[in-house]
Structure formats: C-alpha cells, structure tokens
C-alpha cells in the first residue's frame, strides 16, 4: 500500500527543473544525527517522514545512507527563507561550513535568485524516485498526507516546534518510530523542545533518548 501510494506521490508532486541550479549542501549542524543514522543502519526502515526540510541538507544525508530509503519531506519552502538566509551572513554559528563571508554572500544571493525551493531540490539531485517534496505547513497537510495511503516507518520532526506536530503524527502513525531536532534549541528559553518532547513522552510512555540537538522517542 505505501509503495503504492508513494509512486503517485511522485507523479502528483512533481520537481522543479533544476538545470543549471547551483545547489548548497546547507546545514546549521545541530550534531547527534549519528542518532537516526544507526536507526536508519540497523532498522532499515523502508519509508521516512521528515517534516521541516529546508534546504534538504539531511535528507540527502540519510538518503545516502540505505539505496532502499524512501522519503517525503513536507515543507513550504516558502520565499521567507529567503530573508532567512541572509541572515546568516556574518554569523559564524550559522556559517560553519561556509567561514568565507564572501561565500556565504553569495548563498545568501543564489537562494534569492534561485527561489527556495529549487535551490534545496537541486540539493537533492539523483533522488528524484525517492524524495517526495510534499508543500505544506505541518501539521496542518498531515491528514491530507495520510490520506494517500503513505505510512512511513520513520519520523523526523525539525519544524516549528509545537506539540501539535507530535501528536498528530503519533494519532495518524502510531507505528512510526518519531525523533527529532532542535533538543538544545533555546537555552535562555528553557529549552522549549525537550520540554515539549518530555511532555509527549511521559504522556504516551516513551523513553526520551537525546544527543546535542537530535531526540529519539523510544518504546519500553
């Protein structure tokens, strides 16, 4: 059924011509993703979930990891990414793999010129039968998702940061193994991630395994 579904979400979500698009493998390298690599290693789940894609930086990573690995990726890639990344410039935390600040200019530009969205598929270019850019916001395009009859076997949530994309992916796919970034995100805050994902926890009965900014809910 998912195999199914996921070959008419190919051709109902099409690619954007990516000829001649500069892409850039663009990560803000929040570190412990060692996490999903071993669950996608040692799992081998066959239909990934990622919900906040960006500019597909760890989709191509765990793509890369099995040739088996299907995924959806829903994202707006909407054009405020745009005045997103050129904020980055000048910001050595957010530029680590670009430390050239003429370089990270001209990210900032190809993002404009390019548009978001071509800019990260062309991230992803020889996935094209396996990467699904689904284009919403989460977790509102969750149940139209559902809908297809895709069933993934893994989550991985790097999105707005809000409860509510837990629990409607827990009710929609109770089955899936969920994990996530953003653990060490907001420190003068509170740490609002791992409180919203204790939460969740402690609620359905997972166990919270957590490495710098990557979670892991685990069943007992």
Known sequence: MTATAFKKLLTDNPWPNTDGVTAWDFTLGGRGRELIDQIILKQKPSFMLEIGCFLNASAKRWLSLDAGLK???????????????????????????????????????DIERQSPFVTAMANLSGFEDRFVPYRGFSPEVLAALKATGFVPDLIYIDAGKKADDLEVCHALWPAAMITGDDWHWGRTKGYPMRKIVNAFAAKHGFTVIADHATWVLERP
Do not use: H, M, N
């Open 71 to 109: 995924l959806v990726g829903v994202d707006p890639w909407s054009d405020t990414l745009i005045e997103q990344c050129k904020r980055y410039v000048g910001r050595p935390g957010l530029t680590r793999a670009y430390p050239d600040i003429e370089e990270q200019k001209l990210f900032a530009s």
